[in-house]
């Protein structure tokens, strides 16, 4: 009996329920480069721990820094990983 191959499109389902993917969706039309930029500071920001609704909060604050103006990556990382200020 051969191995049992993984769903085809399952990789691309979970990348599409990330938080940080729903954020860009909602917030505007960014470019490639500009998904790029804010999905990598997401995955390095993010902790193996976080529930759902911390990482959801962690992908709007990189968004909201992005487009505050934000562009440089390791600044908006540092200031990602800060509880937006009211």
Known sequence: MGEVA???GLREKEEADMPINR???E?????PSEIGLLGRV????KGESE????REA???RI???YMAGITDEAELLALSRQPLGR
């Open 63 to 65: 968004i909201a820094n």
């Open 42 to 45: 997401f995955e390095q920001a």
């Open 23 to 25: 954020r860009i969706k």
């Open 51 to 54: 529930s759902e609704a911390q």
């Open 58 to 60: 962690l992908a709007s």
């Open 6 to 8: 993984p769903k085809p």
């Open 27 to 31: 917030a505007s039309n960014f470019t």
